[in-house]
């Protein structure tokens, strides 16, 4: 039987079966080519979709804007705290409004649990553009990429580097896990993703044919990988106060081009950015100044290295979410 996930919530990639993530992806390809030829696809003129922000965003933004206009639809963007959300109305009856005016929600912000109370509520598709949790959008840009650059995905070597309980690293646990691809989550301990989503995400991966690995040793989890992620080490919403602690604990896993030898030689590296390479950046500036560390989860070497492709996981980004939108509400 074919796939339909038409009216569908997109909150988590564990909702989603290996074969709808295929379908996301193939259709992902298929915009992407019609974008590149100039082929218009406003096929859902007459539909509107609202973007509910309450953390700051470049590409998942944008994205979602880009992809709602070349759709044909109508998009309004509400930013941190232009709304009444939460402050003087309750996510509840503010889902119910929003359901009455859209055809679909994109949420970003703090709790998993909001995402899906929305999605509980409002009685059309809620797309989730990044909790706490998990960023499951950002996965099939992920998925796309890799796919572009090795001709599949099952069997790949993957390897996570930094705060693996993070919404990266949880969600790209159960994405290589759903996919096929072998998965080692390379941290300190403490910073491994928790037992209950590895013990998930190791019966999904039995099913499709993978395996999940934890490893407090950079060499060891660096070793033989087809990729190299990483993330930022303190996230969105996260005091500014654990950024000692975390610069101790994750100095170790710092992705440099020593620990790119490791890898394979035609191993790619993948970041969803934004990403401190470098001190061009307010944050950036205040650490080097502040610890004396210029470059932090990645060097300017690697980040700029001819085995970097995040700025085609960036550009996916916008493909794949418009394969998101189309896909719940054609
Ligand atoms: N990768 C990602 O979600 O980027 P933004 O925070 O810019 O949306
Ligand atoms: N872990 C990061 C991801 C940003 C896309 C954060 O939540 O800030």
């Not at 690293?169 to 072998?182: Q, T």
Request: glycine letters at 8%; a negative charge.
């Amino acid at each position: 039987m074919g796939v339909n996930i038409r009216g569908r919530s997109f909150l988590t990639l564990l909702d989603y079966t290996p074969q709808e993530i295929r379908y996301l992806l193939d259709m992902a390809k298929e915009f992407k080519n019609m974008k590149r030829c100039g082929v218009p696809h406003r096929y859902l003129e007459g539909k509107n979709i609202v973007l509910l922000f309450e953390k700051t965003s470049t590409r998942t933004r944008c994205a979602f804007e880009v992809a709602g206009h070349d759709l044909g639809l109508g998009v309004t963007y509400l930013d941190p705290g232009s709304s009444q959300m939460g402050k003087k109305e309750s996510i509840p009856d503010t889902a119910r409004v929003l359901g009455r005016m859209y055809d679909g929600i994109e949420y970003r912000g703090f709790s998993q649990k909001l995402v899906e109370e929305l999605a509980a509520y409002s009685g059309v598709p809620v797309w989730n553009g990044l909790t706490d949790q998990f960023h499951p959008t950002q996965m099939l840009a992920d998925l796309l990429t890799m796919e572009e650059k090795f001709g599949c995905l099952k069997g790949l070597n993957f390897t996570y580097m930094g705060d693996a309980r993070n919404n990266m690293g949880n969600s790209l646990l159960v994405a290589c896990a759903k996919m096929g691809l072998h998965f080692t989550a390379c941290a300190p301990k403490e910073l491994f993703p928790a037992p209950e989503l590895v013990e998930k995400a190791e019966k999904i991966a039995e099913a499709s044919g993978s395996t999940i690995r934890l490893t407090e040793d950079p060499e060891e989890g660096a070793a033989d990988a087809d990729v190299i992620y990483t993330d930022i080490w303190v996230s969105m919403g996260e005091p500014d106060e654990v950024w000692e602690k975390r610069i101790g604990l994750l100095k170790p896993y710092q992705v440099n081009s020593t620990l790119m030898k490791k890898a394979k030689p035609s191993a790619v590296f993948m970041h969803c950015l934004p990403s401190f390479h470098d001190t061009r950046t307010t944050i950036g500036t205040d650490i080097a100044e502040r610890f004396g560390l210029p470059e932090m989860e990645v060097t300017d070497e690697v980040f700029e290295s001819g085995q970097s492709v995040v700025f085609d996981e960036a550009e996916n980004r916008m493909h794949t979410i418009k394969a998101v939108i189309y896909a719940t509400l054609c």
